[in-house]
């Protein structure tokens, strides 16, 4: 199967590749076109932590202009050279092959898109990379309408954290019927 022909070539490019490694957990659209349209709103430096197959930081790149730069790290180092070859000609994106602390280089971000589970899991680790007014932007969530949020009956304790970390203004946001981000921006 193609992939749907109302996507930035980049990304199509990235579900290529996904497709080819077996990878089935890649950024749907719907996280892809918020991440696009948060892009188009940001300066300086804007990062994806989790590269996977590139499909994140292409959805990211597809929405920058101006003096934005994407920066990304993968842990596989094979797979970081196939995601560098699909941005060989794209200006502005660099591709790390190293885990995500190879990325605090390169911060403060002006965006990040966590996609590293571990690291969801501590904003204390996140909070530090962002510049005043940095959005970190977290997927794979499903929504939640109690509060406390709940998840597989229990309290869903990353949720809560980011949601109420006074250092973060943050919002959850349903983009599917089955999927939400959470979108924390700096203080």
Do not use: N
């Amino acid at each position: 199967m193609s992939a749907p022909t109302d996507v930035p070539d980049l990304v199509t490019r990235a579900l290529d590749l996904s497709r080819q490694e077996g990878f089935i957990t890649a950024t749907r659209h719907e996280t892809g076109r918020l991440l696009a349209t948060l892009a188009a709103s940001r300066q300086g430096t804007l990062a994806e932590l989790g590269t996977g197959c590139g499909v994140g930081s292409a959805w990211i790149s597809s929405g920058t202009g101006g003096d934005a730069r994407v920066v990304t790290a993968e842990l596989d180092p094979g797979l970081a050279q196939k995601v560098q070859d699909i941005f060989a000609e794209t200006s502005g994106v660099e591709v790390i092959a190293g885990d995500w602390t190879a990325l605090e280089q390169y911060a403060p971000f002006a965006l990040l898109f966590v996609d590293v589970r571990d690291v969801k899991g501590s904003v204390e680790a996140v909070c530090d990379l962002m510049e005043p007014g940095g959005m970190v932007v977290l997927d794979d969530f499903t929504p939640c309408e109690s509060w406390p949020p709940i998840f597989e009956g229990r309290v869903d304790v990353m949720r809560e954290q980011w949601l109420t970390d006074p250092r973060f203004t943050a919002v959850e946001v349903m983009v599917s019927a089955d999927s939400s981000v959470l979108i924390a921006t700096r203080r």
